[in-house]
Nanobody
């Protein structure tokens, strides 16, 4: 098992930046594939994949709407995952979650076994 805790959310104006962090503990020696997801409130709103990164820290991948604005990185020595978000838009407002999976390359939430509690991001226009 791996335990995940997100931090770094907040309120910013459109065009601003935020950096989310995800601290992992537990079985961190396993080669987890990590991802960031977001979810807005409302019936039928599912968690959508923002991006992910392979267990070796290479080849991050992103959903089209955040490419060029968001960057995923990790500090494996300290079991940290980051999401740098630049040029934020109101549509980016959501609760953001980090998650861990045993297989890489997917932004399908069902493939991720472990989740953090989420951190709220609000972008005002």
């Amino acid at each position: 098992q791996v335990h995940l805790v997100e931090s770094g959310g907040g309120s910013v104006q459109a065009g601003g930046s935020l950096r989310l962090s995800c601290a992992a503990s537990g079985d961190t020696r396993r080669p987890w594939c990590m991802g960031w997801f977001r979810q807005t409130p409302g019936p039928g709103n599912e968690r959508e994949g923002v991006g992910g990164i392979y267990f070796d820290g290479r080849n991050p991948y992103y959903r089209d709407s955040v490419k060029g604005r968001f960057t995923i990185s990790q500090d494996k020595a300290n079991n940290m995952l980051y999401l740098q978000m630049n040029h934020l838009k109101p549509d980016d407002s959501a609760t953001y979650y980090c998650a861990a999976a045993t297989t890489c390359g997917s932004l399908d939430a069902e493939k991720y076994a472990y989740w953090g509690q989420g951190t709220q991001v609000t972008v005002s226009s």
